[in-house]
């Protein structure tokens, strides 16, 4: 049976049992979470530029299946708002993307090229930002006709590790941290200064005890998809 990661890091124990974790240090406030899973937003769009028209794929990540280093479960959810991720100077998605656009741009996925991140100046928006651009012929892509032109977003699971930063608060929560034979999560927690999951301007997380594995499908192979644009 796993030991799941959830709101609270609820583990059953018998009072004298508690008392002697309790007075051992065993319940620490940070977890030393790896990535074993994470999941993508994909939507694919169509150049606005005439004379490109082509297709291609936007991503943005989602949420972050873990495990910690004392062994718990579970996956740490990524909240936004709508506009809580429009016209960011930086974002995550730049520092995962080497990682990333292999898997979203591997020959057996049926999707269209992935969207380049590249920072410009938008003139509808009048706002220069880290934008989504067309890998064909770099034209930006606003954050606006993303938000609010009608995209349709469809969630994937990619079951590879990822090295992401996290925010100091997200790698919660209080826990009974147990050493099952890879230590104890670390309480010396880096300093990030980059952007950091979940980033955003107005952005929050969750944990739950569900494994992204379990409940989304994989990134569609070639052949999986009848009705959609080629590369």
Request: glycine fraction near 6%; proline fraction near 6%; charged fraction near 30%.
């Amino acid at each position: 049976m796993r030991t799941t990661l959830d709101r609270y890091s609820r583990t059953e124990l018998p009072f004298e049992d508690a008392v002697v974790h309790i007075l051992r240090g065993d319940y620490r406030s940070h977890s030393e979470p790896y990535v074993q899973a994470y999941s993508m937003d994909v939507a694919m769009t169509k150049c606005w530029r005439k004379a490109c028209g082509k297709w291609f794929t936007l991503w943005r990540l989602e949420d972050l299946q873990v495990k910690t280093r004392c062994g718990l479960e579970g996956t740490i959810e990524g909240v936004y708002h709508l506009e809580s991720r429009m016209f960011l100077q930086d974002r995550i998605e730049r520092i995962i993307a080497d990682q990333v656009l292999p898997w979203l741009e591997h020959d057996q996925v049926d999707l269209p090229r992935a969207a380049k991140l590249i920072t410009r100046k938008s003139k509808p928006a009048e706002k220069t930002y880290l934008a989504y651009c067309c890998p064909h012929c770099g034209v930006i892509s606003g954050d606006n006709p993303i938000a609010y032109g009608g995209t349709r977003w469809r969630t994937f699971v990619v079951h590879r590790r990822l090295a992401v930063p996290f925010r100091t608060d997200a790698r919660g929560p209080l826990h009974l941290c147990i050493d099952r034979g890879k230590g104890q999560c670390s309480q010396e927690v880096p300093t990030v200064d980059s952007p950091a999951f979940p980033d955003g301007t107005g952005s929050y997380f969750g944990f739950s005890s569900e494994l992204l594995v379990d409940r989304l499908d994989r990134l569609p192979r070639k052949g999986e998809r009848s009705t959609t644009p080629r590369r």
